[in-house]
């Protein structure tokens, strides 16, 4: 990217009113010509989820998000995709003093629960990298976990 050949963005076409409200601190990965946004805040704590499909018919649809594993109102969380599945990790629930009692996996070392950190897929493995913990602040650790459900350090100092 340079001056001559700036990046440009787009917005794309609506074909329904149906769509997610404003929000920010959400979730928010792509899977097969699919955009798929979890949560986030609003003027409260949201637990919606949506799937825009970018390729086909450019609408937004809300997903069913309910049932016992289902996640609760979450905010700063990350999502990732790989072989069909989706993956999330993190966030606080609608207050600043609680930790999430959603969890969706048991590891035997895992990072602390943390919010406003990043995460991507890199072959087979989700990195994540930072956030804030609780009461810890900001954090600089950079952890793996394979989609065998196996968390690694790969840089920075378990918190407890």
Same mark, same amino acid.
């Given at each position: 990217?340079?001056?001559?050949?700036? *990046?440009?963005?787009?917005?794309?076409?609506?074909?329904?009113?149906?769509?997610? @409200?404003?929000?920010?601190?959400?979730?928010?990965?792509?899977?097969?010509?699919?955009?798929?946004? %979890?949560?986030?805040?609003?003027?409260? *704590?949201?637990? =919606?989820?949506?799937?825009?499909?970018?390729?086909?018919?450019?609408?937004?649809?809300? %997903?069913? @998000?309910?049932?016992?594993?289902?996640?609760?109102?979450?905010? $700063?969380?990350?999502?990732?995709?790989?072989?069909?599945?989706?993956?999330?990790?993190? $966030? %606080?629930? =609608?207050?600043?003093?609680?930790? @999430?009692? *959603?969890?969706?996996?048991?590891?035997?070392?895992?990072?602390?629960?943390?919010?406003?950190?990043?995460?991507?897929?890199?072959?087979?493995?989700?990195?994540?990298?930072?956030?804030?913990?609780?009461?810890? $602040?900001?954090?600089?650790?950079?952890?793996?976990? =394979?989609?065998?459900?196996?968390?690694?350090?790969?840089?920075?100092?378990?918190?407890?």
């Amino acid at each position: 990217m340079s001056q001559n050949n700036p *990046c440009l963005w787009k917005q794309l076409p609506l074909r329904s009113s149906l769509s997610p @409200c404003d929000r920010y601190k959400h979730a928010c990965c792509s899977y097969n010509a699919n955009v798929y946004v %979890l949560g986030g805040r609003e003027n409260r *704590c949201l637990r =919606d989820f949506w799937k825009y499909n970018v390729s086909v018919s450019d609408e937004w649809t809300e %997903l069913s @998000c309910s049932g016992e594993a289902a996640p609760e109102e979450l905010e $700063g969380h990350s999502m990732v995709a790989h072989k069909g599945f989706l993956y999330v990790f993190g $966030g %606080l629930l =609608d207050s600043a003093y609680t930790t @999430c009692r *959603c969890a969706l996996w048991v590891f035997d070392i895992m990072p602390t629960n943390r919010k406003g950190h990043s995460t991507v897929v890199l072959g087979s493995a989700m990195l994540m990298y930072g956030g804030f913990i609780d009461m810890k $602040g900001t954090s600089q650790d950079f952890w793996s976990l =394979d989609f065998t459900m196996s968390w690694s350090l790969l840089s920075g100092s378990q918190q407890d």
